[in-house]
Nanobody, 124 residues
Framework: QVQLVESGGGLVQAGGSLRLSCLASGRTFSTYTMGWFRQAPGKEREFVAAIRWSDRRTYYADSVKGRFTISRDNAKNAVYLQMNSLKPEDTGVYYC?????????????????WGQGTQVTVSS
């Protein structure tokens, strides 16, 4: 069982930065692929980024490549999402998720545990 708690969301102007954090409970955190997803009002939840536990390979949605960076600190049971050059279309609720798989990490159905989400609002 893994419990996830996100933090770091807020209101920021376009071009600004935010750093999201996700703290996990559970002694097996290091064996989970960790992902970030987001959901804008009226839209489906979409993949943002993921980092595999096995080799720390990272994956990004095309819309955030070059602007967002995902990282993890297994000693702290934490995963982070550094978001730079934010745009109004980045607005949404950001969710942290944990998966026991290392394949199809961009698919929400592959994730077993989810946090409650943190709101990110980017003003123009």
């Amino acid at each position: 069982q893994v419990q996830l708690v996100e933090s770091g969301g807020g209101l920021v102007q376009a071009g600004g930065s935010l750093r999201l954090s996700c703290l996990a409970s559970g002694r097996t955190f290091s064996t989970y692929t960790m992902g970030w997803f987001r959901q804008a009002p009226g839209k489906e939840r979409e993949f943002v980024a993921a980092i595999r536990w096995s080799d720390r390979r990272t994956y990004y949605a095309d819309s955030v490549k070059g602007r967002f960076t995902i990282s993890r600190d297994n000693a702290k049971n934490a995963v982070y999402l550094q978001m730079n050059s934010l745009k109004p279309e980045d607005t949404g609720v950001y969710y942290c998720a944990a998966s026991g798989t290392v394949v199809q990490v961009n698919i929400s159905g592959r994730y077993d545990y989810w946090g409650q989400g943190t709101q990110v609002t980017v003003s123009s």
